[in-house]
């Protein structure tokens, strides 16, 4: 079965974390406010870079294709953080100019001893929660004229829906494996040598995802044509 280890995640000096009630309000109606906006996603995108790595590498003893998973998207978020960013360059600001919280890291620690939790907690609930939001970010930013950033956020939905996709099929996998160990018990585990990878493809063609290598590969490439 899985085990946790720990790990010290390391982030910039900018920008301030503070709690989220003190992170001022961000209306997309003054430049200053959608720069706010735009920086409150961009900071958003870089925790999940790091949310995706340490999803790979706290938990060990899972089948190979879970970590090839959460790199690739480490990658996708990565490339989401620097789309963002070079649109809040445009309006003359940066990344670390504003104030941030941590609500979405803190979370990830609070679940850093068991990949149940954290499938169903991060990805599930809080991401989850982005696709509903963005849409309605997307018509404000509409409605002040800013369309390109708005078609940024096109590309990160779509994204994002297919990693909120993949949490699900992690947080099955999950409870497959803590029925395998209540059934198996401690001496018998042993049965059940080789299924789990196997359990754990069949959950994920059964939500729809296939191989992260051949899901984005192809989009990754004609990012890096296009880019």
């Known amino acids: 079965l899985f085990r946790s280890v720990d790990l010290v995640c390391g982030r910039p000096e900018k920008p301030e974390l503070v709690p989220p009630k003190l992170v001022p309000q961000r209306s997309p109606t003054t430049e200053e406010g959608r720069a706010r906006l735009l920086h409150a996603i961009v900071h958003i995108e870089f925790s999940a870079i790091n949310l995706a790595l340490d999803h790979a590498a706290r938990f060990r003893g899972l089948p ?40 979405l890291w803190e979370m990830a620690m609070k679940t850093a001893d068991d990949p149940l939790a954290r499938m169903a907690l991060v990805p599930r ?69 080789g299924l789990p990878g196997k359990a754990y493809l069949f959950i994920r063609r059964r939500i729809g995802c296939t191989s992260r290598q051949s899901d984005n590969g192809e989009g990754r490439e004609k990012r890096s044509k296009s880019h």
């Open 64 to 103: 190979e294709q879970y970590y090839t998973d959460w790199i690739g998207v480490a990658a996708d978020e990565a490339y989401h953080f620097s789309i963002l960013r070079e649109r809040l360059n445009s309006l003359g600001y940066d990344y670390g100019d504003f104030p941030a919280h941590a609500g």
């Open 125 to 193: 609930l809080l991401e989850a929660r982005g696709l509903d939001a963005t849409p309605p970010i997307q018509r404000r930013l509409e409605q002040v004229g800013d369309d390109a950033s708005a078609r940024v956020l096109d590309i990160i939905l779509r994204d994002e829906i297919g990693h909120v996709g993949l949490g699900l099929g992690e947080f099955f996998f999950s409870q497959f494996q803590l029925g395998r160990f209540i059934r198996a018990g401690a001496h018998g585990a042993g049965l059940f040598e």
